[in-house]
């Protein structure tokens, strides 16, 4: 006859030996590490180390990742500097070279060491079909315990946004943690989203059509909340980009005395320099739009808006011939490049072909020529974080149609009359609408709202981000 207390027991006696095992494991891991520690030649320098397994993508996170550095190497002499990276394919003078190439950044190459870490693959969206937000946090665990058994830091500091590793370096590690949040893991939005049955990237057709997968969704995404706010917390001083990733943290986190809203740092200076190469009498109107090849830049909505515009301008196929949209942007792998591929094709499927340019990893001197010879800036990203590139093309004097949420809407991009320094736009009609109204408009009042964006951006910086990002992260290094 089974004996259910028996069963009970067994169960309790192997739960307590795995439990005390673990417990063994981690407090001989963490001994380990401290030991590590005390073996330094020189105790007196500070080891600072950033983790950003994605160093050399040559996006906005990696601007924030190379000027965080050069500030710290500025202002801290006796510190020595260390990058996490996954880039296990790239020599660090090939590293530094394109941060150059792709920022106009000079750094102190003898001042940097790299740290190349070979489970990147544990934290790639890639890996997890399903669950892609638990596996992608699981993963960085992995990725974090290869990171401190290959270097113990005095600092930590994350710019890419896994929360998760926080808890291994603050106990295992001993670390002061610092984090420099782009935007939060989830967020009540994607709630949302998920609540009102809605298809996006992030929530696939067969979910938001089926009830019960919605049910379970939901439930999944308030206990991953739950976790992601504890491990937010180990942080000692957070970092954020803008006001919609400040409210979303705040609330996620609670962590409001220790949050300091940092603008990302923006090439404004040089950018507000450039001369337009266009004018009135130009053949060509160029519609631009700048940025990653991710699924989240919602490059479709572009060609639709574009679509809809040739719908919008049926009466002036002279106008319609004159437009050009360029999209310019970076493609981290071959996941991206298939993006683009399937973006090539949706043009022609929109008879959109002639129209239609796209430009990959261009250098950062083609990138300017772009800028100088563009009229109109094109972003459709809803609930960007922030939005450098939005920045970027109102400092280089196009007039922006960015979405109507997040960073763009909250920080950046002021519509009211007399202010107004960009249009706002939500769908596809609502974008082409905003275009055609800037087609249509005198040249005294475009050239009013290019004064008034150029004029806005200087809060957006890199000195100005410098100044921030060493206020909060004086605490840590102090």
């Keep these: 006859m ?62 924030v990742l190379w000027c965080a550095i050069r500030a710290l190497l500025t202002r801290y002499e ?22 150059e190439r792709s920022f106009n950044l000079k750094l102190a190459a003898d001042r940097i060491t790299f740290v190349y870490l070979s489970k990147r693959c544990w ?27 290959k270097l113990q830091p005095d600092v930590f500091i994350d710019t890419m946004g896994y929360a998760f590793t926080y808890p291994v370096f603050s106990y295992f590690g001993g670390c002061k943690i610092g984090c420099y949040t782009h935007y939060p893991t989830i967020s009540t939005d994607m709630l949302r989203r998920v609540q009102s049955q809605t298809q996006s990237f992030n929530n696939r057709g067969y979910v938001a059509k089926n009830p019960f997968a919605t049910w379970l969704k939901i439930v999944y995404y308030r206990l991953f909340s739950r976790i992601y706010g504890w491990v937010g917390r180990c942080a000692d ?61 919602d490059h479709p909505l572009q060609l639709q808006a574009m679509y809809e515009l ?22 981290r792998d071959e996941e991206d490049r298939v993006r683009v591929k399937n973006m090539q094709d949706l043009a022609k ?40 590139s939005v920045v970027d093309c109102m400092a280089a004097g196009l007039i922006m149609v960015a979405n109507r949420s997040g960073g763009p809407l909250m920080d950046i991009v002021e519509t009211s009359e007399g202010s107004q320094n960009g249009y706002l736009a939500f769908d596809a009609y609502d974008y082409a609408r905003c275009i055609a109204n800037i087609l249509y408009n ?13 004029a806005s951006v200087e809060r957006f910086s890199e000195k100005e981000f410098e100044n921030g990002f060493l206020r909060a992260i004086s605490p840590i290094m102090d």
């Excluded at 969206?125 to 058994?149: D, M, N, R, W």
């Design 310 to 331: 040739r719908t919008l301008l049926n009466n002036d196929e002279a106008l319609w011939n004159r437009l050009k949209l360029l999209i310019v942007g970076s493609c």
């Design 78 to 99: 006796n510190i020595k500097l260390f990058v996490y990276t996954g880039d296990t394919d790239a020599k660090p003078a090939d590293i530094l070279a394109k941060a």
């Design 349 to 388: 499927h929109l008879s959109l072909e002639n129209a239609v340019e796209f430009r990959v990893n261009v250098p950062y001197r083609e990138l300017l020529e772009c800028y100088q010879r563009a009229t109109i800036g094109l972003h459709c990203m809803w609930n960007e974080h922030f939005g450098i």
């Design 237 to 297: 001083t957070v970092m954020v980009n803008s006001s919609w990733t400040e409210n979303h943290i705040i609330s996620l986190w609670d962590v409001p005395y220790k949050t300091h809203r940092v603008y990302p740092p923006c090439e404004v200076s040089q950018l507000k320099r450039l001369e337009s190469l266009t004018d009135e009498r130009d053949e060509q109107i160029i519609i631009l739009s700048v940025g990653q090849y991710r699924p989240e830049k």
């Design 123 to 149: 934290v790639e969206a890639s890996k997890y079909p399903h669950f892609t937000l638990l596996g992608q946090s699981l993963g960085s665990i992995v990725l974090a315990f290869e990171a401190l058994l």
């Design 442 to 454: 005198t040249p005294e009042y475009n050239a009013r709202i290019r004064e008034a964006a150029r």
């Design 2 to 63: 089974f004996c259910w207390c028996s069963f009970v027991y067994v169960l309790f006696f192997l739960g307590s030996f795995l439990a005390i095992g673990l417990l063994t494991v981690c407090l001989l891991l963490r001994q380990l590490i401290k030991f590590q520690r005390r073996k330094r030649t020189d105790p007196s320098v500070k080891h600072v180390a950033f983790f950003h397994p994605y160093c050399n993508a040559g996006g906005g996170g990696e601007r």
